[in-house]
């Protein structure tokens, strides 16, 4: 299995994130790729390389363009109207405002994200740009026949970050960058499958009207758990996109023994619609030690989880999300990989 990495993730450090009223260390932080590059080489899981620069075309392929602008230019105003410190959004739209996009920075910073866990950092763009690149080259490693399946150690992660905004410490979708890649190098349907803790929602927001990419999330139910307004079972897409959008909202404390049938499902629904090719949305933040989460997987579960998903035989991707208990992510990711490629 091909791995792809860039150094370059180290420039996104944010210093803190609002949580419970407090702004606390950042949980995203770069000690997690670290750890996982340690984890994967020691494994002997494939060779390592760092992603050629296909430059920002794949990136534009599903994220607006004004949208890319921004996030290359926002430290740079920010910086000159208020100074050398991380930026966070303080205001965002409520129901029966006008989603207007206003000129000015505060406004901007309101109209692409939604929550204040996802601090902007000098480093941000370049290193949301290095895991899209590492993404992206997973994807074309894959269409290009020469492999069955490739990990990209992306960080930050991106399955929040949707068409137009950013949050949950997403700014660029890795995922839907390699899905979008695929289906471009010939793959006919294309199946991403979240497996993160938390509701893939930006992967869903940009196929939602598609129905040549099938995505299908297994997370905790919104109706406890971030990102709250998305991830329930009657959102299915629409228009060509209708029935191609499947939520498996999963209880708090689901275990291995339950986690496991509805994994079964979501990968019947993907043998269904005839994916040619599957990105996997990796997250190990349904560890039962996660800091932020309250799932209960075992690390030999994660064994399990990638076993099952190389059970579809399909040429797979998989792309680093989530997971916060940084001691533990390592052996945890790397035992996906491992029982994926049957070891
Ligand atoms: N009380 C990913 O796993 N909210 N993002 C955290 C903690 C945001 C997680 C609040 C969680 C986002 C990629
Ligand atoms: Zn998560």
């Not at 960058?177 to 294309?190: C, E, H, M, N, S």
Request: charged share 20%.
């Amino acid at each position: 299995m091909r791995i792809f990495y860039s150094e370059d993730h180290r420039l996104q450090h944010g210093r803190a994130e609002l949580n419970d009223g407090k702004l606390v260390p950042c949980f995203e932080k770069p000690e997690r790729a670290e750890i996982v590059y340690r984890q994967v080489a020691a494994a002997g899981l494939g060779p390592i390389q760092t992603p050629q620069d296909l430059g920002e075309e794949p990136i534009r392929r599903v994220h607006d363009g004004v949208y890319v602008d921004f996030l290359k230019t926002v430290w740079g105003r920010w910086l000159e109207e208020r100074g050398d410190y991380d930026i966070l959004p303080l205001n965002w739209i409520a129901p029966n405002m006008r989603r207007r996009r206003p000129s000015s920075l505060d406004g901007q910073l309101g109209y692409h994200s939604y929550d204040a866990g996802t601090p902007i950092t000098a480093g941000t763009w370049r290193a949301a740009y290095a895991g899209a690149q590492s993404a992206a080259n997973g994807a074309a490693l894959l269409a290009s026949g020469a492999e069955r399946s490739a990990f990209a150690l992306c960080r930050p992660p991106g399955h929040h970050a949707g068409t137009d905004f950013y949050g949950g410490y997403c700014f660029l979708n890795n995922a839907a960058i390699a899905a979008q890649l695929l289906r471009d190098r010939g793959a006919a349907r294309v199946a991403v499958l979240d497996v993160d803790y938390h509701h893939g929602n930006g992967t869903q927001e940009i196929f939602w009207k598609r129905g040549d990419v099938l995505t299908v999330s297994l997370h905790a139910d919104p109706d406890d758990e971030y990102p709250y307004f998305s991830g329930y079972a009657d959102e299915v897409g629409e228009g060509p996109g209708e029935g191609a959008n499947l939520n498996m909202p999963l209880p708090i404390g689901t275990d291995w023994a339950s986690y496991t049938g509805a994994l079964s499902a979501a990968l019947d629904r993907i043998a269904a619609f005839g994916a040619e090719a599957l990105v996997v949305s990796l997250g190990a933040d349904t560890f039962v030690g996660d800091p932020i989460s309250r799932f209960k997987l075992q690390t030999p579960d994660f064994l399990r989880l990638g076993a099952q998903i190389g059970g579809a035989g399909l040429p797979t991707l998989f792309v680093l999300e989530g997971g916060y208990a940084v001691d533990a992510l390592g052996v945890n990711v790397a035992n996906v990989l491992t029982g994926f490629v049957g070891r």
